[in-house]
């Protein structure tokens, strides 16, 4: 299996045990309130707290007083990336600053001292991780780029809003946290029409906003 195989297997295994915890929670139970708070505690700016290179992402190497050395290069299918002088250097399942040491000891054999820095300038290899999504009794279902400071009530009105058979304060927010799926009890409706922004939380990248439908 290729290493983008892998990064995309990885994104889709979290989105489906995603939903399966959302389709097997009978009644929208939340989680305890201790793994809600820990949840609600995560950064909700960024999917993870170090950022893992994969493939399909986009780096610059810079070598410092070496312009003709430092390029813009994506990761290859095969996680690996072609540095001047250096050849093929495995970036994939490794952070941005591991990549320029292992870097600056290759280039150490041309160069004296070598200082080299990696500034991710596309995130591709997070493109499904990095998403948030509005399921349910809304009028348009949506899955749309993470963007720092959106909150579950930007999510909901970019859905249209719920159905007539809507059960808005009865919404979760499903957070994937450490190889698990929270619930975290969303109330809407006291959000739109009594001014409660107790429950509007800022969205995490990978998050679930659940709207369920009325029991007739």
């Known amino acids: 299996m290729t290493m983008l195989s892998k ?3 990885r994104g889709s295994l979290l989105l489906l045990v995603a939903a399966l915890f959302i389709s097997g929670c009978a009644g929208n139970s939340p989680s305890s309130q201790e793994k809600i708070q820990q949840a609600l505690g995560l950064d909700t700016i960024n999917s993870v707290d170090e950022y893992i290179l994969g493939a399909t992402d986009v780096i610059r190497v810079s070598v410092w007083r070496n312009e003709d050395l430092s390029i813009t290069v994506p990761v ?12 093929d250097v495995q970036a994939t399942g490794r952070k941005p600053e591991e990549l320029a040491d292992d870097i ?4 150490s054999t041309y160069i004296r001292e070598p ?5 991710v300038t596309s995130m591709g290899s997070h ?8 399921t349910g009794a809304v009028k348009s279902p949506l899955s749309v780029a993470h963007r720092a400071g959106m909150t579950v009530l930007d999510m909901y009105l970019s859905a249209g809003g719920g159905t007539t058979f809507a059960q808005p304060n009865e919404a979760m927010l499903y957070r994937p ?16 029409k009594q001014g409660d922004i107790e429950t509007n939380y800022p969205m995490r990248p990978g ?3 659940a709207v369920p439908e009325r029991d007739f």
């Open 207 to 209: 998050d679930i906003l």
């Open 115 to 119: 200082q080299v820095s990696i500034v």
């Open 76 to 87: 290859r299918p095969d996680g690996k990336i072609s540095v001047p002088l250096v050849g």
């Open 7 to 9: 990064d995309i297997l």
């Open 127 to 134: 493109e499904f991780m990095d998403r948030v999504r509005v």
């Open 177 to 192: 946290m450490n190889g698990e799926v929270v619930a975290i009890p969303v109330r809407l409706d006291d959000i739109l």
């Open 104 to 107: 600056e000891s290759q280039l």
